[in-house]
């Protein structure tokens, strides 16, 4: 496998940790270890052919701060920021079960079990082949882990934001309900704004149009289109200035 990136980083949704978990007596694990394996198998493969790979990933298998209706906004978002490293640190055992070393890196500090983010220390950490695994979004409230990934890739100078979603590609509509949605393989950042497609939040996409920082949107239901994005073939949709 050749490798078309230096440095990426993935954003993994809470809810890819949970797809095809099975349910046992009407309840649904909030990881389902089997894919997340499968998941982590294909990073490594990255890794072991001289990809650096950081990863921010959301909550939203556990807990999503906009649905706590009935909690202060504030407190609801702290709340999804634990969540977060719940998932980080399931990756990273996952990780180390296979051989890749990593860290953890929260924007809120809790150093029992993660380092507290420092930019440096982050850039360090991918110069010495470890998968670096930001949790905690930007620690701030109202900021979605969307915006903390696209902010955090060009923190660490990533080359590309691979966008793993449960959707294979960006679509003029919904394709789970307008049959006639198209799918795009590139398009613009001001025409996701424009036609207010849901790619990412508006403040994600504004940065990254700011930045000129590219973003791949993809489907995770192949694990193997993350070897597939790194080695630039031409999957998903491309977004981009």
């Not at 905690?136 to 969307?146: A, E, I, Q, R």
């Not at 198209?182 to 950042?189: A, K, P, T």
């Not at 497609?197 to 192949?222: H, R, Y």
């Amino acid at each position: 496998m050749e490798v078309k990136y230096k440095r990426v980083l993935i954003k993994l949704s809470g809810e890819a940790l949970v797809q095809g978990a099975p349910e046992t007596d009407g309840k649904r694990p909030i990881i389902n270890y089997d894919f997340l394996k499968t998941v982590c198998e294909k990073i490594k493969k990255c890794v072991d052919n001289g990809c650096e790979v950081a990863i921010v990933v959301g909550a939203g298998n556990i807990w999503r701060g906009k649905e706590g209706k009935n909690f202060q906004r504030v407190r609801a978002d702290h709340m999804g920021m634990l969540a977060t490293v719940i998932n980080c640190l399931a990756i990273q055992d996952v990780l180390e079960s296979i051989g890749v070393p990593t860290r953890v890196m929260t924007a809120i500090e809790m150093k029992q079990f993660a380092e507290p983010y420092i930019r440096n220390k982050a850039v360090s950490h991918l110069g010495k082949k470890r998968v670096v695994i930001f949790g905690c979004g930007l620690g701030t409230p109202y900021v979605s882990t969307d915006t903390a990934a696209v902010m955090r890739a060009k923190e660490i100078d990533a080359d590309i934001v691979l966008l793993a979603k449960n959707i294979d590609a960006v679509y003029t509509a919904d394709p789970r309900i307008d049959p006639g949605a198209v799918r795009l393989s590139d398009i613009g950042f001001m025409d996701v704004l424009s036609q207010n497609l849901k790619v990412m939040d508006s403040t994600a996409t504004s940065f990254s149009m700011e930045n000129q920082l590219p973003i791949l949107v993809f489907g995770l239901d192949d694990p193997e289109n993350i070897c597939r994005a790194v080695a630039g073939e031409k999957i998903g949709t491309i977004v981009h200035t």
